[in-house]
């Protein structure tokens, strides 16, 4: 049990376009999701927590308004990431919270590349 | 403000070669402490939480303990497919996120 997907794995888009990110809990019903940045050879970097039916909280630094997360279920946070510049390619990935759990479980995560 | 440093960055081990590696936290209140193993391009995958000093954990050739300052993930006789990126996070009593350490990559070489 506990296995979160996302959806596309790998994305190409071109500068200036906005791309969709999905994440879902498939056996699961998630209270919290998370969205993760990651940079080559380094850790994760927490962009912001979603609550189902509640506005994200982000983390210092990251723009809301680029960066816009919607939980609409229990089952289903989106990412989009708005006017995309070459220096948003990166790694993205999304965690959820199972319950009333601590444990984070992953998605396999998305390569975004922004040309 | 919470903090997890791990050690080493990187380590090389043989086939069978059991070793350890670190994790060390400041947090205002620990809550859990969670191991991932994280492939290269992929989400990392959770193999243990622990919450209170003095407790372990195991699962096939990994072995976790945690003190009040530090946590251990013992790796026994490891084989090639335990190369991986080994995380630990800690989340801090009174929130939700997670501050992850930046990691220790591990091969084992045949």
């Known amino acids: 049990g506990a296995v979160v997907s996302q959806h596309p794995s790998w994305v190409i888009c071109k500068s200036g376009t906005s791309v969709k990110i999905e994440c879902r809990s498939l056996d699961f019903q998630a209270t919290t999701m998370f969205w993760y940045r990651q940079f080559p050879k380094q850790s994760l970097m927490l962009m912001a927590t979603s609550n189902e039916g509640s506005k994200a909280t982000y983390e210092q630094g990251v723009e809301k308004d680029k960066f816009l997360i919607n939980h609409a279920s229990l089952t289903l946070s989106t990412l989009t990431v708005t006017s995309a510049h070459p220096e948003d390619s990166s790694f993205y990935i999304c965690s959820a919270r199972r319950g009333q759990s601590y444990e984070q479980y992953f998605g396999p995560g998305t390569r975004l590349t922004v040309t | 403000e919470d903090q997890v440093t791990q050690s080493p960055e990187a380590l090389r081990l043989q086939e069978g070669e059991s070793s350890s590696l670190n994790c060390s936290y400041t947090v205002s209140g620990l809550r859990g402490l969670f191991w991932y193993r994280q492939d290269p391009g992929k989400g990392p995958e959770f193999l243990f939480t622990l919450y209170s000093a003095g407790e372990e954990k195991e699962k096939e050739r990994l072995k976790a303990t945690l003190t009040k300052k530090e946590s251990f993930l013992h790796i026994t006789a490891p084989k090639p497919e335990d190369s991986a990126t080994y995380l630990c996070?800690?989340?801090?009593?009174?929130?939700?996120?997670?501050?992850f350490g930046p990691g220790t990559r591990l091969s084992v070489l045949p």
């Open positions: 996070a800690v989340q801090a009593s009174g929130g939700q996120n997670f501050v």
